[in-house]
Nanobody, 119 residues
Framework: QLVEPGGAVVQPGGSLRLSCAAAGFTFDNYAIGWFRQAPGKERERVSCISSDGITRHADTAKGRFTISRDNAKKTVYLQMNSLKLEDTAVYYC???????????????WGQGTQVTVSS
């Protein structure tokens, strides 16, 4: 089970940290990915962190987003800085055995949290 509190309305240029809390599986052994889906667009993988802490970011996130994990708290964080209007989307976290580029390789999904970037 994955739970993602933390959605909000943020002004352009602002920052927001999303969290993804896990339960019910051996968290340390799995990769966690953050995805987002904007209205009218396909869901895309934004960032991912492997079980050993290696991170991956989409080009749209590089230099602005940071993904990290706290295995003791069974939580993954997505720190988003310099937010843009086009970052507006529902953000989801999901679990996989590795940071696959394919959405179908991710199993359990969180319920999603709305991030709105607006002035």
């Amino acid at each position: 089970q994955l739970v993602e509190p933390g959605g909000a309305v943020v002004q352009p240029g602002g920052s927001l940290r999303l969290s993804c809390a896990a339960a019910g599986f051996t968290f340390d052994n799995y990769a966690i990915g953050w995805f987002r889906q904007a209205p009218g667009k396909e869901r895309e993988r934004v960032s991912c962190i492997s079980s050993d802490g290696i991170t991956r970011h989409a080009d749209t996130a590089k230099g602005r987003f940071t993904i990290s994990r706290d295995n003791a708290k069974k939580t993954v964080y997505l720190q988003m800085n310099s937010l843009k209007l086009e970052d507006t989307a529902v953000y989801y976290c999901a679990v996989s055995s590795y940071c696959s580029v394919y959405e179908d390789d991710f199993g359990s999904w969180g319920q999603g949290t709305q991030v709105t970037v607006s002035s």
